[in-house]
């Protein structure tokens, strides 16, 4: 009784997702699907004979299955790897909020109009508004991201701002979302899209401390960032992210001549960039965030031990600027950073460095939310003397850890 149970649901999941596929087939092909001509069209472009086509969709032999290769055929056509993947995707979808669902098909003409005319929403407060308002729906988690993947792949503009200047700093090691950048990185036309992807690939990685699955050589990044140099000027956030990924290259290979010659020829580099005091001071921050993780505590404080008045002047500045900030960082990032650093070398923490609920407010929040709680948490256990509120803290440490899979900071708890 129970098998015969069993059967007759897999069967009626099988038939929606049939449904599912047929009618994405048909959005795909763009025009009706019911002629002669049609079915030779569809013939030419999927290599189905259009007996196996018209008995699919039912013109013949309505109630005879087509074979899961044939299935697994039309789902290539409409952009998917073979049928186990297009019903696994569809049961995904299940999950998503109703409401989540229906403003993430909305978001539909914002993004094709930005692929039309070449929207550039650093320049556009509209389009940053905008922005800023779709990306809290789509990083929501990760059946939200894929969904957008899903719906939006095809829109160039959508995807690399999504995912290469709003880059979620929670999702780099996990495995499904390291999947969708590296998708992209095949598919975009943008060098410098390629360069910052392999980068956060290679960067979750690192904070992964394991054998992440879609990870680039670092010959490919490298090759990527020589095509990117051809075509654009100095790029800060680029230079600073790409140099990270050198250095935690040379501290693999322990390397440590290679690692002290690219952080001498970067700081140089930036040092004689034409940046703003503000804006090196930033860049310093995000780079010294970085050498936390490779546990360059010494040179971190180095870098910061002069810059403790940033704070107020990143406070201070921060209404008169782009919502989205010069490189995406907000307050709390900011804050948990010198926290770490100080804390990591020893020193008191500094006054008014606490983090409140209010510094996650910003637009950016949620691009850093549990990146910065685990950086967070490992501060407080660090210069924490009650074994209670160690243990109580521990434990809150390992389920980001498990969540994010950023197992480096246990690496540096020891």
């Known amino acids: 009784m129970t098998k015969n149970i069993d059967t007759k649901s897999k069967n009626s999941i099988n038939s929606k997702a049939k449904s599912a596929l047929e009618k994405l087939i048909r959005e795909t092909y763009g025009k009706p699907i019911n002629s002669v001509n049609s079915f030779k069209e569809l013939s030419e472009t999927t290599q189905l004979s259009v007996q196996t086509l018209r008995r699919f969709f039912g013109k013949i032999e309505k109630n005879k299955n087509v074979s899961k290769s044939t299935l697994s055929i039309l789902c290539r056509y409409v952009g998917y790897a073979d049928w186990d993947s297009f019903v696994t995707e569809l049961n995904t979808e299940k999950k998503l909020d109703a409401k989540d669902k229906i ?43 894929k969904y957008f993947h899903k719906l939006y792949k095809k829109y160039n503009w959508a995807c690399d701002y999504i995912y290469a200047w709003l880059p979620n700093y929670n999702y780099f090691g996990n495995t499904e979302f390291r999947k969708l950048l590296s998708e992209r990185v095949k598919s975009t ?12 690939l290679y960067f979750g990685e690192f904070l992964s401390a394991k054998k992440c699955q879609y990870t680039p050589d670092i010959s490919v990044i490298k090759k990527h960032y020589a095509a990117y140099k051809k075509e654009y000027p100095y790029m800060p956030y680029h230079e600073m992210r790409y140099t990270s990924i050198l250095l935690m290259d040379a501290k693999k290979e322990n390397n440590k001549e290679a690692f002290q010659e690219i952080l001498g020829n970067y700081l140089i580099q ?20 970085t050498l936390i993780w490779l546990e360059e505590f010494k040179l971190a404080y180095s870098l910061l031990k002069d810059k403790t008045s940033f704070i107020k002047d990143f406070i201070d500045q921060k209404p ?26 020893e020193l008191p ?23 910065i709680r685990l950086m967070y948490l490992l501060a407080y256990i660090l210069k924490e003397t009650k074994s209670k509120e160690i243990e109580f803290s521990t434990q809150e440490l390992d389920k ?8 480096r900071a246990l690496n540096i708890l020891k």
């Open 270 to 289: 930036l040092e004689q960039a034409e940046l703003s005091e503000f804006n090196k001071i930033e860049i310093l921050i995000f780079f010294s965030n």
């Open 320 to 345: 008169n600027k782009n919502p989205l900030h010069f490189y995406g960082i907000n307050l709390a990032f900011v804050k948990t950073t010198f926290l770490i650093t100080w804390v990591t070398n």
């Open 189 to 200: 036309p943008s060098k410098k899209v390629k360069l910052a992807l392999c980068n956060f």
């Open 103 to 145: 403003y993430l098909e909305s978001m539909k003409p914002f993004f094709a109009s930005g692929e039309k005319y070449f929207v550039k929403y650093s320049k556009d407060t509209v389009s940053v508004d905008t922005l800023n308002a779709y990306v809290n729906v789509i990083y929501k988690n990760i059946e939200n991201i």
């Open 349 to 371: 923490p500094l006054k008014d460095f606490a983090l409140s609920d209010k510094d996650f407010k910003s637009p950016t929040g949620l691009l850093y939310k549990d990146y």
């Open 400 to 407: 980001l850890v498990n969540k994010t899979g950023y197992k």
